[in-house]
Structures are given as structure tokens and as C-alpha cells.
């Protein structure tokens, strides 16, 4: 069973910048995939980022690219999302999900964390 705890959300100012991180517990998690999603009020959730259990390859929805990175630490079994030049349009709340899966399909992730709510003001 894998543990997901996401953090480092808060209130910004639009073009300012936020890290998230996303805390894992089990000894497997050098072996899953990791995915970063967010939901905004009224709206699906959304697929922004993923990195592969090597973090050597990684892909992200277009209109984060250029704008936000993700990046894990195996060895701190973290997963780490760096989002710049923040837009209104960024406001959600962010999960990070794990699975066996390099995709952005949501229902191919296994385990979620409870979300971290970032807000971005114009």
C-alpha cells in the first residue's frame, strides 16, 4: 500500500511561483510511475504532469510547458512539481497519484494523495 501526501500549496500572486511536493511512504516507490492532476472549482480533473520511475522521461499538458516541472528524489521518496509564471487559470486543487502507468489517464493511477489547494490572484 502506498501513502501519498501532497504539500506546499497556498495563495500566490499571478506570475509568481510555487514548489509542490508529494510525500510517499512504501518500499516500492522507486518502481511507480508518478502523475501530478488538479481540479478547478466546476471543472474536471485535469492531467498536468508525469515522470517516470527513472524520472528520465517526463511529459506534461501543453499549457504548463515551459511553465512547470516535475522532478522526483527516489532515495527521499518524493515527487516534486515546480510551477512558474502562475496564471489565474492555475488555481485548483493539485493531487499526485502513483501507478504502474506513464499516461495521463487519471483511472490508470492507483493511489492518490488528498490534494493541495493553490490559488493564484490576478
Known amino acids: 500500500q502506498v501513502q501519498l501526501e501532497e504539500s506546499g500549496g497556498g495563495l500566490v500572486q499571478a506570475g509568481g511561483s510555487v514548489r509542490l511536493s508529494c510525500a510517499a511512504s512504501?518500499?516500492?516507490?522507486?518502481?511507480?510511475?508518478m502523475g501530478w492532476f488538479r481540479q478547478a472549482p466546476g471543472k474536471e480533473r485535469e492531467f498536468v504532469a508525469a515522470i517516470t520511475w527513472s524520472g528520465g522521461t517526463t511529459m506534461y499538458v501543453d499549457s504548463v510547458k515551459g511553465r512547470f516541472t516535475i522532478s522526483r528524489d527516489n532515495a527521499k521518496n518524493t515527487v516534486n512539481l515546480q510551477m512558474n509564471s502562475l496564471e489565474p487559470e492555475d488555481t485548483a486543487i493539485y493531487y499526485c497519484?502513483?501507478?504502474?502507468?506513464?499516461?495521463?489517464?487519471?483511472?490508470?493511477?492507483?493511489?492518490w494523495g488528498r490534494g493541495t489547494q493553490v490559488t493564484v490572484s490576478s
Open positions: 512504501g518500499p516500492t516507490f522507486s518502481r511507480f510511475h
Open positions: 497519484a502513483t501507478g504502474w502507468s506513464f499516461t495521463r489517464l487519471a483511472d490508470a493511477y492507483a493511489y
